[in-house]
């Protein structure tokens, strides 16, 4: 059973405008939850990541929301630009050792 | 520079015979981890080890083992490949601080025939 969720497989937006990817989990017990950057024929970089204890962690373009009520997060890149074209997991964790992965939603960013 | 390596990055083999994955990191990271990428199920974790000699399964530990002998080394086994472990692995390290960052490897792209 899938204890973390994306489900949108894929989203396109325009050049400059905000991407919004979401995530879905199911587990209250997690305490750090992670996005991950793919590119193709390249492993999973780190992109930012929030503990359970906030609601929101900033990174330059890069903002992850944490909702626990609705078991809900969303990464928020502003502007978007090209090169964010990638797949976007979501993961969480709990204990710090095990990690559970959504599905992927694949970015595409338009010139 | 700071890296995980993963070898072979590419391995076609038969039902039954025995192989190894290897995966070293350098960047002195006592949290290291294996996961396969299936298409429809994202990554999903086999196992994990918290320091040397400390291993223990993940999500999918099934039909594999580990082992960490060396603080830089976790080599992944199939001791029986079966084509249901035809998937891409990847291994990847972290410091351990409990945030879950990691470094993840190329990947290694195995096909069971």
């Known amino acids: 059973d899938q204890q973390v969720k994306q489900n949108s497989p894929s989203l396109s937006v325009q050049e400059g405008r905000i991407s919004i990817l979401n995530c879905d989990y199911t587990n209250s017990m997690f305490d750090y939850f992670l996005w991950y950057k793919k590119y193709p024929a390249e492993g999973p970089t780190f992109l930012i990541s929030?503990?359970?204890?906030?609601d929101k962690n900033e990174d330059g373009r890069f903002t992850v929301f944490l909702n626990k009520s609705a078991k809900h997060l969303s990464l928020h890149i502003v502007p978007s630009q090209p090169g964010d074209s990638a797949v976007y997991f979501c993961a969480a964790s709990y204990t710090g050792n095990q990690f559970y992965f959504g599905t992927g939603t694949s970015l595409t960013v338009i010139p | 520079e700071a890296q995980v390596t993963q070898n072979p990055r590419y391995l076609i083999t038969v039902t039954g015979k025995k192989l190894t994955v290897t995966c070293s990191q350098n960047?002195?990271?006592?949290?290291m981890s294996w996961y396969r990428q299936d298409p429809g199920l994202g990554l999903r974790q086999i196992y994990y080890?918290?320091?040397?000699?400390?291993?223990d399964k993940g999500d999918v530990p099934e039909g594999y083992k580990v082992s960490r002998k060396e603080k830089r080394n976790f080599p992944l086994i199939l001791e029986s490949p079966s084509p249901n472990q035809t998937s891409l692995y990847f291994c990847a390290s972290g410091p351990g601080t409990g945030d879950g960052e990691q470094y993840f490897g190329p990947g290694t792209r195995l096909t069971v025939t």
């Open positions: 960047m002195n990271h006592e949290y």
């Open positions: 080890s918290m320091n040397v000699e400390v291993t």
């Open positions: 929030i503990s359970s204890i906030k």
